[in-house]
């Protein structure tokens, strides 16, 4: 009688492990990078939101103090700490991946001009942050 060998040998299984451990060495460091990526677009997005109510006041002959003159948050958001002054508004990024966590975006308006100008303290500007925030 032949015995038939069923089932995988050792090797065979330590390749495929070896493998998944390659395929999840490249597969999470790129996850975090798309984990940086949307939490920074979403706290622009907030901020975004306030440039609005920023102009009307202005052309009302008001000022900016904060950012519940132009109806931001006060209080920190899932995605960052707002602020607004006289000429800007900032999201300080919270709860973020490392690579931009306590980040600053600033949305700065141009006094003479009125133009919005987006700047940001991200090191990485073209890797994590939007296009229109690469100043």
Request: aromatic share 6%; glycine share 10%; hydrophobic share 40%.
């Amino acid at each position: 009688m032949q015995n038939v060998q069923k089932g995988f040998t050792l090797i065979e299984l330590m390749v495929v492990v070896a493998i998944i451990g390659i395929l999840a060495a490249v597969a999470l460091p790129a996850y975090s990078d798309y984990q940086a990526k949307a939490k920074v677009a979403a706290g622009l997005a907030e901020i975004s939101a306030g440039k609005t109510a920023f102009e009307g006041r202005i052309n009302d002959g008001q000022t900016v103090a904060g950012p519940a003159d132009i109806g931001l948050s006060t209080t920190p958001t899932g995605n960052c700490t707002i602020g607004a002054s006289a000429t800007t508004i900032t999201c300080a990024l919270l709860n973020a991946p490392t690579q931009v966590n306590g980040k600053i975006l600033t949305w700065t308006r141009d006094a003479t001009t009125g133009v919005w100008a987006c700047s940001s303290d991200i090191a990485d500007k073209p890797k994590y942050a939007p296009k229109t925030c690469q100043g």
